[in-house]
């Protein structure tokens, strides 16, 4: 059985820094691109970052790319979403995906399994 847990957001000021953690189970990690996302309220859920099977290729999107990144650890089954300079546009539920390529897309159809998420919430 597939489990991906999600943690470290919360509440923090706008230009502060959080780092999301993702422990993957279940699966070949080692194998398939992962992906992070975000829901706000009344919005749908989007595209944040994406890592190649390997580490070797990310992909962010522009809003975000000059302030987060994304890595990942093969040996600890684990994904980071490091986020810095946060922004109360930035305030979402967080998920991890796991993706059914080596590769990185943007698409929510190209990743199989998905975490519960974890709230980010911004303040100004």
């Known amino acids: 059985q597939v489990h991906l847990v999600e943690s470290g957001g919360g509440l923090v000021q706008a230009g502060g820094s959080l780092r999301l953690s993702c422990v993957a189970s279940?699966?070949?990690?080692?194998?398939?691109?992962m992906g992070w996302f975000r829901q706000a309220p009344g919005k749908e859920r989007e595209f944040v970052a994406g890592?190649?099977?390997?580490?070797?290729?990310?992909y962010l999107i522009d809003s975000v790319k000059e302030r987060f990144s994304i890595s990942r650890d093969n040996t600890k089954n684990t994904v980071w979403l490091h986020m810095h300079m946060l922004e109360p546009e930035d305030t979402a539920i967080y998920y991890c995906?796991?993706?059914?390529?080596?590769?990185?897309?943007?698409?929510?159809?190209?990743?199989?399994?998905w975490g519960r998420g974890t709230q980010v919430t911004v303040s100004s």
């Open positions: 890592i190649s099977k390997g580490g070797g290729g990310t």
């Open positions: 995906a796991a993706g059914n390529s080596t590769y990185v897309y943007t698409s929510l159809s190209r990743y199989d399994y």
């Open positions: 279940g699966l070949n990690f080692g194998s398939r691109a």
